[in-house]
C-alpha cells in the first residue's frame, strides 16, 4: 500500500467512530420503527419545520430588531447531503474552493481511492482541507442545522430518528410516553430553525467571518507548501528537535505531515501561548525552528489578523444566538422538554452554561437593549473587547 493510501486509511480512521456511530442510528432508528409505527406515528419533520419558521421569523426580527432576508428556504438533507455541504461551509478562495468540494464528495461516498488522488494531485491543499472533514463530519451526529446563502438546513438523519430511538429507549407504553417525546422533538426543532433564523440575519458578520477564513486557509497553505519543500536533513532534525513521534524514512510525506500539523499555527501557537494568542499583536519564534525555516516567523504574523477577526465574528454570532434562544424560548414548553427528553437536562443548567460570546451580549444588551444586536452586527466587537464588554461599549459611546 502506498504511503498516500495509508494517509487515506488513517483519515478514515479518524472518522471511525462518527461512522460507527451513523450506522448505529440507522440500525436503532430501523428497530424502534418497526415497534413504534403500529402504536403511535411523530409529524414529519418538513411540515414542523415550515410551521416553526412561519411562525418565529418576525419573532427574530422583533427580538434582534434586525430583518432577516426575506428569500430564506428550509432544506433537509440526509447523511451524503449533509457531509457534502460540510464542504461548502468550508470557506477557502476560488483556486482551492473547487479541491475541498472534491475532497468532501470523496469522504461522504467513503472513496479511498479518490481521496488519495486528490492527496497526491496536491498535497498542501490536503493537508490543510483533511483537517476540516476530520473536524466537521466527526461532529455531523450532534449538529442539527446549519445555515448558508439565505438556507436553513436541518440534518434529516438526526432530526427525523431521534425521537423514534428516544421513545423506543423508554420502552412501553409507547402511548402514554409519546407526548413529552413528541413535544421534545418539536422543541428541538424550534431551537434550530431559531438558532438558524438568528444566523441569517447576521449578514455583515457571516461575511467578515468568511473573509477571514478564507485569508486563513491561504496562509495555511502558503505554510504546507514551505514545509513540504523542505529537505530530509531539516524535516529530520526538527522532528526531533519538536520530540515529534519518529516516523520510519520510507514514509517522507507522513514526516512532513506531521510536522505541518504540529507547527500549524492553529495547534503550535495556542498551545505554546494558550488562547490569549486571541489578543496578541505578535509572536516570537523558538530561534531553533526559526533557523530551519526562516518564513515561520511572518507566516505566524500574518495569520494573527484573520484568526482573530475569524475568532471574534464566530464568537459574537454565536453568543448572540445563545443569548436570544435563551430569551425568546425561555417560556417554551416544548424547549423545556427538548432539555428534559433529548439533552437530559433542565432550563436552569442550561441557562447557566458560560460562553465568551453569550456573556458578552448578555452585558452588551443590558446597558443598550434591543440596538445591541444591530451594533453587534454592524461593527463587530474585537477580540479584547469580547473579552472587557465595557472596552466595546466605550467604543460605541
Given amino acids: 500500500m502506498g504511503e498516500f493510501q495509508e494517509f487515506t486509511e ?176 418539536i422543541g428541538a426543532v424550534k431551537m434550530t430553525v431559531l438558532e438558524e433564523l438568528i444566523h441569517a440575519a447576521q449578514e455583515n458578520l457571516q461575511k467578515i467571518n468568511k473573509n477571514a477564513a478564507i485569508e486563513v486557509n491561504k496562509i495555511n497553505e502558503e505554510l504546507a507548501s514551505i514545509i513540504l519543500s523542505l529537505d530530509t536533513k531539516t524535516v529530520n532534525s526538527l ?43 505578535h509572536v516570537e519564534m523558538d530561534p531553533k525552528i526559526e533557523e530551519a525555516i526562516p518564513q515561520l516567523l511572518d507566516i505566524y504574523k500574518k495569520w494573527l489578523v484573520p484568526i482573530q477577526q475569524h475568532h471574534a465574528a464566530f464568537t459574537a454570532m454565536e453568543g448572540m444566538a445563545a443569548f436570544a434562544i435563551e430569551n425568546i424560548l425561555k417560556d417554551d414548553h416544548d424547549f423545556q422538554n427538548y432539555l428534559t427528553t433529548f439533552m437530559g437536562t433542565d432550563f436552569s443548567a442550561y441557562q447557566v452554561r458560560k460562553s465568551m460570546g453569550k456573556d458578552f451580549t448578555k452585558t452588551v444588551y443590558e446597558k443598550l437593549g434591543t440596538s445591541t444586536f444591530k451594533k453587534m452586527i454592524e461593527i463587530p466587537p474585537n477580540t479584547k473587547e469580547l473579552k472587557d464588554p465595557q472596552l466595546y461599549l466605550k467604543k460605541l459611546s
Fill in 239 to 281: 522532528s526531533e528537535y519538536c520530540q515529534l513521534q519518529a516516523v520510519p524514512d520510507d514514509f517522507p510525506f507522513a514526516k512532513k505531515a506531521n510536522l505541518f500539523f504540529f507547527l500549524n499555527p492553529d495547534h503550535f501557537l495556542i498551545e505554546q501561548i494558550g488562547p490569549d494568542v486571541m489578543t496578541f499583536t
Fill in 10 to 185: 488513517a483519515l478514515f480512521g479518524q472518522l471511525s467512530v462518527e461512522i460507527d456511530e451513523e450506522k448505529e442510528i440507522i440500525k436503532l432508528a430501523s428497530r424502534a420503527k418497526d415497534d413504534i409505527n403500529r402504536k403511535v406515528e411523530f409529524k414529519n419533520l418538513e411540515d414542523i419545520a415550515t410551521s416553526v419558521l412561519s411562525d418565529y421569523k418576525n419573532k427574530v426580527e422583533e427580538f434582534l430588531g434586525v430583518k432577516i432576508p426575506e428569500d430564506i428556504k428550509l432544506e433537509f438533507p440526509e447523511l451524503t447531503e449533509l457531509k457534502r455541504l460540510k464542504g461548502k461551509k468550508v470557506f477557502a478562495d476560488k483556486e482551492s474552493k473547487e479541491f475541498v468540494t472534491e475532497l468532501f464528495n470523496a469522504v461522504a461516498k467513503e472513496d479511498k481511492t479518490k481521496i488519495a488522488e486528490l492527496m497526491q494531485e496536491d498535497t498542501a491543499k490536503y493537508l490543510v482541507y483533511s483537517t476540516y472533514a476530520i473536524q466537521y463530519i466527526s461532529k455531523i451526529t450532534t449538529t442539527y442545522g446549519d445555515y448558508l446563502d439565505s438556507v436553513i438546513y436541518l440534518n434529516k438523519f438526526i432530526l427525523s430518528r431521534y425521537p423514534e430511538i428516544i421513545l423506543h429507549k423508554q420502552g412501553e407504553p409507547y402511548e402514554l410516553k409519546f407526548d413529552n417525546v413528541n413535544s421534545g422533538y
